[in-house]
């Protein structure tokens, strides 16, 4: 067993996590402490517009790289704010293309800025090998969600609603994984364009009513009959929705169309067999409306990861320290079965600080 800290910045761009975990790559001997650092305002925007203009954008501008150095300079604080003694850091990177179908993913971070800042190993470039190789690079969180279910006894759902949601189903050793469509992205950046910060706690998509005319255009999108694995860049929506009519909309109508928009597609995903429970991690678990209404369109138990003693909010960065445990073993990050590659597929790279 060694001593990891876990670093993510998803897609929803809230800010970073870091979760300290004590693993060998196979199994979880001990968790410990977590924290989230939000990005300022001003990083976040910044961020953001990266992510809207990252198909045309030349990774040796001045901007990206400052808004890289920037980035890498609040994951050493989240390090430094949990306060731990490690041996690695898994550090995953902010994600601003993701187009698998092109053999590109690209994770924004500056792992050896990183190194020399905490002073220790960076494991990170975790989606590369698996793209490269003709996989989807995502999700990478299916091994580390079998590692926790070892011994429940029922096939269950892991979903993570992010940006983008995903599921990972688990029976005993067999895992099946994908992206199921939207997350938290599209309603997110519908609050916020309507004076919102995010339809906190649900009270926006609770005033209002699923628009069915918008939402079956929604689902209409190639992506859902596309044969999984599968997976998503957060903007993947953006064309089918300003087609869709959803602008029309008032605020209220919008923000439950989206809702609907997540948690059809979650319903509509295809796993091996039905499965007795969900467990749901990631921001989306906050949001009353989308639990409500997949519990609505589920028919069996849905409950937030902590009613299994998990933490949702640090469990992705768990996994990237996980993951470096398991790039620094050689052991493979992504499978057949969850990213379409087609052989258990070693991922990652170490950088380790300068000698003083």
């Not at 920037?70 to 601003?96: E, K, P, S, Y």
């Not at 924004?108 to 190993?121: K, N, S, V």
């Not at 983008?164 to 994984?177: E, I, K, Q, R």
Request: proline share 6%; charged share 20%.
């Amino acid at each position: 067993m060694i001593r990891t800290i876990g670093l993510m910045s998803g897609t929803s761009l809230d800010g970073v996590d870091a979760a300290w975990i004590e693993t060998d790559g196979v199994s979880i001997g001990a968790f410990g402490p977590t924290v989230t650092l939000p990005y300022t305002p001003a990083l976040k925007s910044r961020l953001r517009r990266l992510l809207d203009e990252a198909e045309r954008l030349d990774d040796a501008s001045t901007e990206l790289r400052e808004v890289e150095q920037a980035l890498t300079r609040v994951h050493a604080d989240a390090v430094a704010a949990l306060g731990c003694q490690a041996d690695l850091i898994g550090f995953h990177g902010q994600t601003i293309l993701h187009r698998p179908d092109q053999r590109r993913t690209w994770q924004i971070g500056d792992a050896r800025l990183l190194a020399e800042l905490t002073g220790l190993p960076i494991a990170h470039g975790f989606r590369s090998s698996d793209v490269a190789a003709g996989g989807q690079g995502a999700p990478l969180a299916p091994i580390f969600h079998a590692a926790l279910a070892k011994g429940m006894s029922e096939a269950i759902a892991i979903l993570n609603i992010g940006g983008v949601a995903n599921v990972t189903w688990v029976s005993g050793d067999h895992f099946v994984a994908f992206d199921t469509g939207p997350g938290n992205g599209p309603l997110d950046d519908w609050a916020q364009r309507r004076g919102y910060e995010c339809d906190r706690d649900g009270t926006l998509s609770a005033a209002g009513t699923a628009n069915q005319a918008v939402l079956q255009v929604l689902l209409a999108h190639p992506y859902f009959a596309w044969p999984t694995p599968k997976s998503l860049d957060r903007l993947e929506f953006t064309k089918a929705l300003a087609m869709s009519g959803l602008e029309q909309l008032s605020a209220e109508d919008g923000a439950a169309t989206l809702v609907s928009f997540t948690v059809e597609a979650v319903a509509r995903a295809v796993l091996p067999a039905p499965p007795k429970r969900w467990l749901v991690c990631g921001g989306g678990r906050h949001n009353p409306s989308i639990m409500c209404a997949l519990q609505r369109r589920l028919g069996v138990p849905v409950e937030p990861v902590e009613t299994v003693g998990w933490n949702g909010d640090a469990l992705e960065a768990q996994c990237f320290g996980f993951l470096a445990a398991r790039v620094k073993a050689g052991l493979p990050l992504s499978f057949p079965t969850t990213t379409g590659v087609q052989r258990p597929t070693l991922g990652g790279k170490i950088v380790t600080p300068r000698s003083p």
